[in-house]
C-alpha cells in the first residue's frame, strides 16, 4: 500500500465533500483488525481513550489492518506528546485528540 498516497486520497476526498467510510476498534486483537479491514473501509481508528488497547499493540493492528489497503488512525487516550509521538511511530496514518 502506497501510504502517503492514500492519506492524499483521503485527504482530497474530504475536502471535495465526498463520503468516506470508516469504523472504530476497541477490542485489541489482530483478528478483529483484519475482519474490520476486509469490509472495504476507508480507515479504522483504533480507540485508545476508551477501548482496552495499549500503544504497544499499535504496530500488529495497524498491520492487519494495512494489510486490507485501508488507513490506520488512533484516537489518543490523553493529549500528551509522548501519546501522539508513539502512536506515530506506532504507523499511525492520522492522530484523533480527546
Given at each position: 500500500?502506497?501510504?502517503?498516497?492514500?492519506?492524499?486520497d483521503?485527504r482530497e476526498?474530504?475536502?471535495k465533500?465526498a463520503?468516506t467510510?470508516?469504523?472504530?476498534q476497541?477490542?485489541?486483537?489482530?483478528?478483529?483488525?483484519?475482519?474490520?479491514a476486509?469490509q472495504?473501509y476507508d480507515?479504522?481508528?483504533i480507540?485508545?481513550?476508551h477501548?482496552?488497547?495499549?500503544t504497544?499493540?499499535l504496530?500488529?493492528?495497524f498491520?492487519?489492518i494495512?494489510?486490507?489497503?485501508?488507513?490506520?488512525?488512533v484516537?489518543l487516550?490523553?493529549?500528551?506528546?509522548s501519546?501522539?509521538h508513539s502512536a506515530?511511530?506506532a504507523?499511525?496514518s492520522?492522530?484523533?485528540?480527546?
Open positions: 500500500m502506497n501510504k502517503q498516497k492514500k492519506i492524499n483521503l476526498k474530504i475536502r465533500g463520503i467510510c470508516g469504523t472504530w476497541q477490542i485489541p486483537h489482530i483478528g478483529i483488525s483484519e475482519i474490520i476486509s472495504g480507515w479504522v481508528v480507540d485508545l481513550e477501548g482496552s488497547i495499549n504497544g499493540q504496530p500488529n493492528l498491520c492487519a494495512e494489510t486490507h489497503n485501508v488507513l490506520p488512525f484516537r487516550k490523553e493529549s500528551h506528546y501519546d501522539a506515530l511511530e504507523g499511525a492520522g492522530l484523533i485528540f480527546p
